[in-house]
């Protein structure tokens, strides 16, 4: 079953063409990141599934409902954590999470979310007295005190330090065994390779790619095999490769999209001549790679094999992707946005 279905998902500011024809869909329980640089349409896309922003064509399904007509049902059923958001801030942070807590039919315990995002020593302490990064877990805790069956988190480690990183993706991996789909944003790489599911990469406006993070991208810059050159050996002492052979002094690296019919060739011809192939690895390309590979290509972004993909002009990756003015219609809570 599908959580969210996104076909043909299209929204413009004037000439700009923010969201130009997305498709895609997220299962249920899976977590999956939308990934792009700041102008891509991320943020539009999100605001539009929220129900926080209309679109200008496209259909949209959440949970089995429109966003844009979904009202107060639609969002007692999701949570939002978003990338900056304000507080009252002579609430203390028990206060804040038992008032939002009653925005919603079934929330969980307060104290036990304030447990679980780490601000058990800070229950009590005023809103204002919070770091930033202790804001953050506040604002973490209010997204998921209401039990959402959807959970979109918006940079949701943005100011934490590396442990805090770590116990926030922890608290996510438990969300999922819980079946909770969460739908994330982040600039983040390794972020997104540790917790998705599959990431959907967007550039100017349309969706260039869209798989799991250990295989999106990866069969077209394929793998590099490195090794040193055995003393007295030359590169022309090499046995055929598939894959293009670059050499720096004595070390050696073969970009090859064939790693095991290359890794044996070496290997083998290693054996035959009794050498030890020294420093020898086989790397695959990272998510960031891929990524900045994805979001440096020039001309119009292609499709990604989904239905809804559409050609077109594109907006520059530098411009801004934000209405200026707000979605009208706006009701405060649940599926907060401040």
């Known amino acids: 079953m599908s959580a969210v279905i996104v076909e043909g998902l ?10 130009d024809g997305v498709s895609f869909t997220v299962a249920e329980g899976e977590v999956f990141a939308l990934l792009g640089p700041n ?14 922003r209309d679109r200008d064509g496209g259909t949209v399904s959440v949970l089995g409902l429109d966003p844009a007509t979904g009202g107060r049902a639609y969002r007692e059923r999701i949570g939002i954590v978003l990338q900056e958001a304000g507080f009252e801030e002579e609430f203390t942070v028990t206060e804040l999470v038992r008032l939002y807590a009653g925005f919603y039919p079934h929330p969980r315990d307060p104290g036990e979310v304030i447990d679980q ?5 800070k229950r009590n302490a005023r809103v204002r007295t919070l770091s930033g990064g202790q804001k953050r877990r506040l604002d973490l805790a209010l997204g998921l005190v209401g039990r959402p069956e959807l ?5 949701p480690t943005t100011g934490f330090d590396p442990s805090a990183r770590h116990r926030a993706w922890e608290l996510i991996d438990g969300l999922r065994a819980l079946g909770t789909t969460i739908l994330l944003t982040t600039h ?5 390779q540790n917790l998705a599911d599959r990431v959907a990469v967007l550039r100017g406006g349309r969706l260039v790619a869209i798989g799991a993070p250990d295989t999106l991208g990866g069969a077209g810059r394929g ?10 050996a030359v590169p022309a002492d090499l046995p055929p490769l598939t894959g293009e052979v670059e050499v720096y002094g004595e070390a050696v690296a073969v970009h090859t999209g064939q790693a095991a019919r290359d890794m044996h060739a070496l290997t083998g011809w290693a054996l035959e001549r009794g050498v030890e192939l020294t420093s020898l690895t086989l790397s695959q390309p990272s998510l960031e790679d891929v990524y900045l ?16 993909a ?9 411009e801004s992707e934000s209405s200026p003015e707000p979605a009208a219609g706006e009701e405060f809570a649940p599926g907060r946005r401040s």
């Not at 102008?39 to 539009?44: E, L, S």
Request: charge should be negative; glycine fraction near 18%; hydrophobic fraction near 35%.
């Open 117 to 121: 995002v780490g601000l058990a020593d």
């Open 293 to 308: 590979d994805l979001i440096e290509q020039p001309g119009p972004a292609a499709g990604d094999g989904e239905p809804g």
């Open 151 to 155: 959970l979109f988190l918006d940079e």
């Open 188 to 192: 983040y790489m390794d972020e997104a």
């Open 310 to 318: 559409s050609s077109g002009s594109v907006i520059g990756d530098g």
């Open 223 to 232: 793998s590099v095999l490195s090794f040193r050159l055995p003393e007295g």
């Open 10 to 19: 299209r929204k413009h500011y004037g000439d700009v063409r923010a969201v």
């Open 39 to 52: 102008g891509a349409g991320k943020t539009t896309t999100v605001e539009i599934l929220e129900g926080h």
